[in-house]
């Protein structure tokens, strides 16, 4: 069966400093992956998504970035933090595009 | 541009009540729609996934239906129950190559 797993769960970082958050999904191949973000009253929001290695495409100009390094890994960075960037990232992955995405656990980000 | 809205915002219940969530959206070229369940500080769990040619999709107590010239879903709930608490989060997955759409959701209580 496929799982996802993103980490870390929790993470509090100073204004400035870099990002890094890691999504692996095993069991399959060649999956989509997408990384949302859910902010504090707001609805869930399409940063990135890809749909192999090295193909990134953002929905959302602003201070971060994303890369697959490999086919099941995708990573959320930053090199600068704002305080906007603060809230919850959720990793999801699907087969197909018209298939039903699944969802990792989440990564609460606070900057502070 | 494609909207999608989730009416009520919130929701308390006595336990054992039969509910319905709805959830609206303005493209009705959809090729699917999904519900999640969202635990506080969670990630997001598929309940149900319905593809634009069916009417409905049920799993257990929970049932959801699709009226996509309205573009209208309702999700069902029966014989509701105090762990039924949750967010309930309605998307829309478009034509090939754009993003899962989300309504903001419906927050449920359940009391017991």
């Known amino acids: 069966s496929q799982t996802i797993h993103q980490w870390p769960a929790t993470l509090v970082q100073p204004v400035g400093s870099p990002l890094s958050l890691e999504c692996t999904v095993e069991?399959?191949?060649?999956?989509?992956l997408y990384w949302y973000r859910q902010a504090a009253g707001r609805g869930l929001q399409l940063l990135f998504y890809?749909?192999?290695?090295?193909?990134i495409s953002s929905e959302v100009p602003q201070n971060l970035s994303a890369s697959r390094p490999q086919d099941r890994q995708f990573i959320l960075s930053s090199k600068k933090l704002l305080l906007s960037d603060s809230g919850f990232y959720l990793c999801?992955?699907?087969?197909?595009?018209?298939?039903?995405?699944?969802f990792g656990s989440g990564t609460r980000l606070t900057v502070v | 541009k494609q909207e999608v809205t989730q009416i009520p915002a919130a929701l308390s219940v006595p336990e054992g009540e039969n509910l319905v969530l709805n959830c609206s959206f303005t493209?009705?070229?959809?090729?699917?729609l999904q519900w999640f369940r969202q635990d506080p500080g969670k990630g997001l769990t598929s309940l149900l996934l319905?593809?634009?040619?069916?009417r409905e999709q049920t799993s257990g107590r929970l049932n959801a239906s699709l009226d996509k010239s309205s573009g209208r879903s309702t999700l069902y709930i029966a014989a509701s129950q105090p762990g039924d608490s949750a967010t309930y989060l309605c998307a829309v997955k478009g034509q090939a190559g754009t993003a899962l759409i989300f309504g903001k959701g419906t927050t449920l209580s359940v009391s017991s």
């Open positions: 999801a992955w699907n087969p197909d595009s018209n298939y039903g995405y699944t």
């Open positions: 069991g399959t191949s060649n999956p989509n």
């Open positions: 493209d009705s070229a959809i090729y699917n």
């Open positions: 890809s749909v192999g290695i090295g193909q």
């Open positions: 319905i593809q634009s040619s069916q």
